[in-house]
């Protein structure tokens, strides 16, 4: 459930029509709804209310500041992926203790940076990186709370880009080896074994990946109390997906309901670490019709958005729901391709898409846009990243403006030789 819907024949987040943002900050625009965000929250902490949780909002889903704090002041933690996660995390009032911290490749420096903030724990991916972070906690004389990330070798059914649980994929330790590399993280002096943790990938649409996922870590957690080796914390990961055209995935509350009963019976405080499913429906891209155009093939709408602000369609070729943001129920449909401004051809919004005929000059929302969406964009082709804005209501406020070709080319300048 989300809060954007037509009212009096206008696309409303929450009580403010999204013409009169678009009209004030320009397009293209993000458009947060808060509403969304903290019912998100509760859906999941409610589904979980039975057990000892913590959940973690995994920040790279979506990076702003304003929505990392809306979250942190309901309760939640953040799993982060690198030192820049981190420093906003922090800076949007997420206690460290509610951090964990995950990806296949941290520096030296984002390990110390962590230790020094004083995180809950470390979910580390190799031998390598278990072996660095103890030598560099020694140095700052401190222990690093780790966890290591199993690969549990279960097909999450997604899209292959977004599969991270298999025994091909870069993430985590093959379950044969992680049990070895317990052993010896056992006997590191600067290491303390807090959990394990898993995260198999993204957008799935069933709960047997995940009840298969938890089976096998239960039988490692069974065979590492078998070695002496007690853990505290059992981290889940994300990977719950939403309904972005004709999905019907799990609500949080279908998906406790199959796992919460053998989470129980572990007796380990439970970590989550959900993206998608909390800001995903959260967020909408809106933009404007620049042109519309026909070809022997095609009927093409060009709109000012494009790869750059929301590259989901282009690299997962993934569907977002394209809506007029004036609602004209008597207009004809089309069959078109939405497009951007950008000089590829895998610049698409939708394509060979159903939809109502749009017309140069007015405005379109891209549903779903929250997760991944802000937080992938890019600069391609020069254009400054979009603005973003939080909804509260029939509040509304800039939580990032857009930036501007000047802040582009900061930093840029010409070798002495070309002076
Ligand atoms: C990306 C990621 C998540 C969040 O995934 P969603 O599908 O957005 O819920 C959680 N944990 C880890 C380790 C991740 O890499």
Request: include cysteine.
């Amino acid at each position: 459930m989300h809060h954007f819907s037509y009212k009096h024949g206008q696309l409303h987040a929450e009580d403010v029509p999204l013409s009169q943002i678009a009209e004030q900050v320009g397009t293209p625009t993000y458009v947060y709804s808060q509403a969304t965000l903290e019912r998100h929250y509760r859906a999941f902490s409610e589904a979980f209310g039975g057990l000892d949780t913590l959940i973690c909002f995994a920040v790279k889903a979506n990076s702003n500041r304003a929505v990392i704090n809306t979250l942190a002041a309901q309760g939640a933690g953040a799993d982060i992926v690198s030192g820049g996660e981190l420093t906003r995390s922090l800076a949007a009032g997420v206690p460290a203790e509610r951090i964990v911290y995950s990806g296949v490749g941290k520096t030296v420096a984002e390990m110390e940076q962590a230790l020094d903030a004083g995180i809950l724990m470390f979910n580390l991916e190799s031998a390598q990186e278990l072996e660095v972070l103890n030598q560099v906690a020694g140095r700052l004389g401190v222990k690093a709370p780790v966890s290591l990330r199993v690969n549990p070798d279960v097909d999450a059914q997604t899209h292959p880009k977004i599969t991270t649980g298999l025994a091909k994929n870069k993430f985590g330790l093959d379950m044969e080896l992680a049990f070895g590399k317990y052993q010896e993280a056992a006997k590191l002096d600067h290491v303390e074994l807090k959990g394990i943790s898993c995260h198999i990938g993204s957008q799935l649409t069933k709960v047997e990946p995940f009840a298969d996922a938890l089976e096998r870590v239960a039988v490692l957690i069974g065979r590492l109390k078998g070695a002496g080796i007690e853990l505290s914390l059992l981290d889940l990961g994300g990977g719950l997906g939403i309904n972005y055209n004709d999905e019907q995935p799990p609500s949080p509350a279908q998906y406790a309901e199959a796992l919460t009963e053998r989470i129980g019976s572990l007796g380990l405080k439970l970590v989550l670490e959900p993206g998608r499913a909390i800001v995903g429906n959260a967020g909408v891209l809106v933009a404007k019709v620049l042109f519309t155009k026909d070809t022997p093939a095609k009927h093409f709408i060009v709109s000012d958005a494009a790869m750059n602000d929301l590259v989901r369609p282009a690299m997962y070729d993934s569907f977002h729901a394209i809506l007029p943001v004036m609602e004209d129920p008597s207009r004809p449909k089309v069959v078109a391709d939405v497009v951007g401004p950008i000089c590829e051809t895998g610049d698409f919004l939708a394509r060979d898409r159903e939809m109502p005929d749009l017309e140069r000059g007015e405005f379109l929302a891209a549903l779903s846009a929250g997760a991944y969406g802000f937080s992938m964009a890019s600069t391609y082709n020069s254009r400054p990243r979009a603005a973003e804005v939080l909804v509260n209501g029939d509040r509304w406020s800039v939580v990032r403006t857009r930036e501007t070709v000047e802040e582009l080319m900061r930093g840029e300048s010409l070798p002495e030789w070309m002076e």
